[in-house]
């Protein structure tokens, strides 16, 4: 089972937006509709902030947005905040030689 | 409050044993599949395994296929991870985590570091 693959690090000035990409296979991210998005901050837990692809659990800002076309899925962030700085992960729920989950190589987003 | 609580974790020799425990409050533990995640020192997330609500199913990513044996206790609200053949690059913080039916983890313990080293 190998990774998904996301950029290392994307970057971007306090209101702009940016999208980090999450690439898989017709086996995970291009076969179900279970792509989520989690964002961590150093010496927490991960935090889901999308899943299902677009839906946003109660509580997250509606900066945050999802999408998916193929196997390549998509988070956007928005109105870029001091407070968005920290590592994304997107994962899949996959069937490549098991029924589970394969998560994202992990994208740093960084405020200037 | 949903709360997940792991225990066990600690320095083992490469070749050795390890058992976490996950303990479980606030929701209904036997309604829910659970899964083990992991994270190296600096590193990205990797699922470890899940397990079915009543324990009749279980799923291992390819590295710990054959080492790792997911189990758990209902009564008990309590979800295990017995850990043989350690290797080095088992080390890491194991997180236990809730699968929602959304196929994603909303809820996620403090983490539990295990270390393989001599």
Known sequence: QSALTQPASVSGSPGQSITISCSGTSSDVG?????????????????VMIYEVTNRPSGISNRFSGSKSGNTASLTISGLQTEDEADYYCSSYTTTSTLGYVFGTGTKVTVL | EVQLVESGGGLVQPGGSLRLSCAASGFTFSYYWMSWVRQAPGKGL????????????????????????????????????????????????YYCARDEETRNFVNWGQGTLVTVSS
């Open chain 1, 31 to 47: 076969g179900y509709n279970y792509v989520s998005w989690y964002q961590q901050h150093p010496g927490k837990a991960p935090k």
């Open chain 2, 46 to 93: 990797e699922w470890v395994a899940n397990i079915k609500k009543d324990g009749s199913e279980k799923y291992y990513v390819d590295s710990v296929k054959g080492r790792f044996t997911i189990s758990r206790d209902n009564a008990k609200n309590s979800l295990f991870l017995q850990m043989n053949s350690l290797r080095a690059e088992d080390t890491a913080v």
